[in-house]
């Protein structure tokens, strides 16, 4: 059969390891084959549920911070003369030094909490713009619930929303800084709302350098192009995002909470 | 992520190395599959690239360096010596590919959208089919990439991944676990019988 070469490759082909020529050769053969696009669906349907499996185990916090502190110990040096004569002049500077560490950390960690509310604002685009936004649908949150067991490792309660406005239309599992945690979607006149929910300890900020009260978390969260609420409440951090109105937004928030 | 003499200051390694904490991890505890000593795999893999930063050849994979060095680490250990003893030899000749069924073991998972099954079986496999299934997958790396950091050539990357494919393929598929049961009692049913002759 003519497709037998082309399945041999078709592996090498899904993982983009074929040369640019072969490639689109490949794509056109792949568009007017039933069977190799459909052994193409398959395959790569295949490797994006390893992907997701793949991505299973996660340490624990503890671990994660003596990890942390042992790779920032400096390697030791040998102690001599000119060491000692430098260390000297370390000391008349140490203040500078001190100033200068400081801002480069407090760079850092600006730099961190910055990506975390992009990246959520990235999964809440990334989410409405797909063909299949939840992977259980449904408006009970006692169907939706149960769905995450055993999907993530931590559990958290979804607000009763009678007569609130908003309403369930599902929810997903997602990822931020490779942490598995639950993404919910809800609709208020007809503007989508996401809810994340992450385990506290998945970041390595501490919990109160997300506060949204603090001057520079308000500035952070001001420059994305949605509003926005963020938490933390029993060891877990709520994010909610979307375009509707802030007083929408608090209101889900507020919901959340009162469940919590 | 190459790293080119010039951006290499005495405290890159953190800055380089971090970032990678939690793909190591993961990556760790799928080789030995136990939360201990996946913790023990990372802190002597950082121990050790920490030691070994001097001579880390710049403009190289940093990525790939830090996995060659977990994966050896791993397979010196007590674990890796053990679950390496029954790995399958690496080999050009290939079967002939399956013909597309209506119920392929990927439609039949999807189905069932049973991640666990799928866990569940690349347990299962043997751990350089495990391993470099993950390079390939979750951390999306190169045959290239994966070549450096298994130290093997790119057409063994290639023959070792279709056939870590083709074994996670048969995992999945409906009645495996019989028909290995079945397996496994006929043989012993024929040793024993050929015992009597």
């Known amino acids: 059969m003519v497709c037998e070469s082309w399945k041999e490759k078709l592996d090498t082909y899904l993982d983009g390891e074929v040369p640019e020529q072969e490639m689109r050769t490949f794509d056109a053969h792949v568009r007017t084959c039933p069977s190799c696009a459909a052994d193409a669906l398959a395959r790569v349907q295949m490797k994006r549920a390893i992907q997701v499996a793949g991505k299973r185990f996660t340490p624990s916090a503890d671990f994660r911070k003596r990890m942390q502190q042992r790779v920032a110990t400096k390697p030791k040096r040998n102690l001599n003369f000119g060491w000692m004569l430098a260390a000297a002049a370390v000391i008349l500077v140490a203040g500078v030094l001190t100033t200068t560490y400081l801002e480069t950390n407090s760079g850092r960690y600006l730099a961190n909490r910055d990506h975390i509310f992009s990246e959520i604002a990235d999964l809440h685009v990334e989410t409405l713009a797909s063909s299949s936004p939840v992977d259980v649908v449904s408006t009970d949150r006692h169907t939706v619930k149960p769905w995450f067991q055993g999907k993530i490792p931590f559990a958290f309660n979804l607000p009763e929303l009678q007569d609130s406005g908003f309403s369930l239309l599902g929810g997903r599992m997602t990822y931020l800084d490779q942490a598995p945690g639950a993404h919910l979607i809800y609709d208020v006149r007809k503007h989508h709302i996401s809810v994340f929910v992450f385990q506290e300890r998945s970041f390595s900020l501490d919990s109160n350098s997300l506060n949204p009260k603090l001057p520079s978390v308000a500035a952070s969260l001001a420059k994305l192009p949605f509003n926005t609420e963020t938490w933390s409440q029993n060891g877990l951090r709520y994010f909610v995002i979307g375009d509707a109105s802030q007083a929408d937004i608090d209101s889900l928030a507020k919901l959340f909470k009162a469940a919590s | ?197």
Not at chain 2, 67 to 94: A, C, H, K, Q
Not at chain 2, 162 to 171: C, F, I, M, N, P
């Open chain 2, 1 to 197: 992520m190459d790293v080119s003499g010039a951006d290499l200051k005495p405290d890159s390694f953190e800055e380089l190395a971090m970032p990678l904490f939690d793909q190591l991890y993961n990556f760790a505890q799928w080789l030995t599959q136990n939360r201990d000593e996946a913790e023990d795999l990372v802190q002597e893999t950082y121990t050790k690239a920490l030691k070994g930063f001097s001579s880390f050849q710049l403009g190289t994979n940093f990525r790939a360096w830090m996995y060659r060095i977990l994966r050896n680490t791993f397979l010196t250990s007590r674990t890796g010596l053990r679950v390496t003893m029954t790995v399958p030899l690496d080999t050009d000749e290939e079967g002939p590919e399956l013909a597309v069924e209506h119920e392929t073991p990927e439609t039949l998972m999807f189905e069932r959208s049973n991640r666990e099954l799928l866990q569940g079986a690349m347990d299962g496999l043997p751990v350089n089919f495990r391993e470099i299934l993950l390079l390939c997958e979750v951390e999306e790396m190169s045959y290239q990439e994966i070549a450096e950091t298994l130290s093997v050539p790119i057409g063994t990357v290639m023959s070792r991944l279709s056939r870590a494919r083709r074994a996670l393929r048969d995992r999945l598929r409906p009645g495996f676990q019989e028909a290995a049961k079945a397996d496994i009692a006929t043989r012993t049913l024929v040793r024993g019988t050929n015992h009597g002759l």
